[in-house]
């Protein structure tokens, strides 16, 4: 798998923002396919950093119903991946947030 298609996005959210200030946690969503291994040498080549530890999940997306056809639709189902850090190491993506 290519390492620039793994990680899709930052996944910024409250939560995330205050795992980030107590231990160095940065969460993004990624492509389905890519295991913890792959995840992490992408993380640690795009952006120069020692990963310490990765959590995936899969998060299934949400149903809902469009008011105007009243049809049931669903979001796609995606997935998360929580990285740790290694002591002393940061993502400046994020710094700004």
């Known amino acids: 798998m290519d ?3 793994i990680i899709k996005a930052p996944h910024v959210t409250e939560k995330m923002t205050l ?3 107590e231990s160095s946690s940065y969460c993004f969503n990624v492509d389905r ?12 080549t ?5 990963v310490d530890k990765v959590q995936t ?17 669903r979001a796609s189902n995606w997935k998360k991946a929580v990285v740790t850090l290694k002591k002393g190491d ?3 993506l994020f710094e700004g947030v």
Do not use: C, W, Y
């Not at 997306?61 to 639709?73: D, V, Y």
């Open 33 to 44: 396919r890519a295991t913890k291994v792959d995840i992490r040498s992408a993380v640690e």
């Open 90 to 92: 940061k993502i400046e």
């Open 57 to 73: 999940m899969n998060v299934h997306g949400k149903s809902k119903i469009n008011p105007r056809t009243r049809r049931l639709s």
């Open 3 to 5: 390492i620039s298609n």
């Open 19 to 21: 795992q980030k200030g």
């Open 46 to 50: 795009i952006f120069n950093v020692k």
